[in-house]
């Protein structure tokens, strides 16, 4: 079936404002994590969903960051009171389960000016 | 703070030739590990995973696992242009289910 799809491809907002990024993970797959990557560095954890259990928040940077994902399929990232420092490439990726290989999508990248 | 160590290149080779990308990292409990490929302003695909110290061969590819040494590496046979890429190292330990990635080697295979 379709692989990781996540939308908008590109997002430029000004700085104070909120964003929302959806992620719909691959048909089956109960995992889903969001990463991000910064200009010159590598993919950073920022959360993980697993089924029906309580999320992984552990990497996420501040409060301004939070997700959902509905129903164990779509996800979205929403980041309020969007800061410079917060443009990046969002990747979301999914797996069978958290066993498994993560396929990634092919991101959002955020500009906040 | 889990680590995950690449040297961040560029690495150059000429096409033909065997391109060598190393990783270290820092977690004595890490389990599994993974090598994507990522092609500038696209999104990381998994070229190899491996589990288990030695080496595990798939086409022209070969990674190489050795615990003891904390040391993972991605051998590229016959390098060919189109292997021009970032490659990533991402480690997995146990417990956790999120990969920890390293920053990535730029890849140049030239003509």
Same mark, same amino acid.
């Given at each position: ?28 797959? $109960?995992?889903? #994590?969001? #990463?991000?990557?910064?200009? !010159?560095? !590598?993919?950073?954890?920022?959360? #993980? ?23 164990? =399929? ?12 917060? =443009? ?19 991101? $959002? ?5 | @703070? ?16 065997? &391109? ?17 490929? @990522? ?45 021009? &890429? ?26």
């Amino acid at each position: 079936g379709a692989g990781v799809s996540q939308s908008p491809s590109n997002k430029v907002t000004e700085k104070g404002k909120d964003v929302e990024l959806r992620c719909d993970p691959i048909s089956g797959h $109960t995992a889903l #994590y969001w #990463y991000r990557q910064s200009l !010159g560095q !590598g993919l950073e954890f920022l959360i #993980y969903f697993q089924g029906n259990s309580a999320p992984d928040k552990s990497g996420l940077p501040s409060d301004r960051f939070s997700a959902e994902r509905t129903g164990g =399929s779509v996800s979205t990232l929403t980041i309020q009171r969007t800061q410079q420092e917060d =443009s990046a490439v969002y990747l979301c990726a999914s797996s069978l389960d958290s066993k498994n290989i993560q396929y990634f999508g092919a991101g $959002t990248r955020l500009s906040v000016l | @703070q889990k680590e995950v160590e690449q040297n961040s290149g560029p690495l150059s080779v000429p096409e033909g030739a065997i &391109a060598s990308l190393n990783c270290t990292y820092s977690d004595r409990g890490s389990q599994s590990f993974f090598w994507y490929r @990522q092609y500038s302003g696209k999104s990381p695909e998994l070229i190899m995973s491996i589990y288990s110290n030695g080496d595990k061969e798939d086409g022209r590819f070969t990674a190489q696992l050795n615990k003891a040494s904390q040391y993972v590496s991605l051998l590229i046979r016959d390098s060919q242009p189109s292997d021009s &890429a970032t490659y990533l190292c991402a480690v997995k330990d146990g417990t956790a289910s999120k990969l920890t990635f390293g920053t990535g080697t730029r890849l140049q295979v030239t003509l």
